[in-house]
C-alpha cells in the first residue's frame, strides 16, 4: 500500500518535480561530484533505484555504461524513456526488485528510501544487498528531517 501511495503522489506532481529539479544543471555541484566520482570508481553494470525522471540514471550512463532505472511512478518512467535514449528504464518496486541476485556493481538509491517508514528500510537495505554484486558498491543520499 505504501508504494502505490508514492506513486500516485508522484505521478500526480510529475511534471512539477521535472520542472524545478529535471536535471543535472539543477542539482548541487557537490552532489554531482560525489556520484560522478562514485560512478567512475565503481565497476559493473550499476542500478538506479527510485530513478524518477532519470536524470541520474542518465549521467550514470554517461560513457556508455550498463544502466537501468525502476521507479514506482509511471509518469516519471515515461518521462524518463522520452528524455533518455539510453538506460533502460522499468516499473519496479525497491522491495521487490526483477533481477537476479548480485545483478549490479553499483547502487543508487538518491532520497529514494525517505519516502519508507522506517521499520521498512532494512527490508528494502536487504533487497538492495540481493541484487548487489559481492564487493559492489551503493550510494545513498537522503537528509535528515
Known amino acids: ?6 506513486a500516485e503522489a508522484y505521478d500526480a506532481r510529475a511534471a512539477e518535480y521535472i520542472a524545478l529539479i529535471g536535471s543535472i544543471d ?14 567512475d570508481e ?13 536524470l541520474w540514471t542518465a549521467f550514470l550512463a554517461a560513457g556508455g555504461r550498463d544502466v537501468v532505472g525502476v521507479d514506482l511512478s509511471a509518469e516519471f518512467l515515461t518521462a524518463a524513456r522520452e528524455r533518455h535514449a539510453g538506460p533502460r528504464f522499468e516499473a519496479a518496486s525497491m522491495r521487490d526488485l526483477p533481477f537476479p541476485d548480485g545483478s549490479f556493481g553499483g547502487i543508487l ?13 532494512p527490508a528494502v537495505l536487504a533487497e538492495l ?3 548487489l554484486a559481492p564487493g559492489g558498491r551503493i550510494l545513498i543520499g537522503f537528509f535528515d528531517g
Open 129 to 131: 544487498a540481493r541484487v
Open 42 to 54: 565503481t565497476p559493473g553494470p550499476l542500478l538506479d533505484a527510485g530513478c524518477g525522471p532519470g
Open 109 to 121: 538509491a538518491w532520497y529514494s528510501l525517505i519516502h519508507l517508514p522506517p521499520a521498512d528500510v
Open 1 to 6: 500500500m505504501q508504494d502505490e501511495h508514492v
Open 26 to 39: 539543477q542539482m548541487e555541484r557537490a552532489d554531482v561530484a560525489l556520484i560522478e566520482r562514485w560512478r
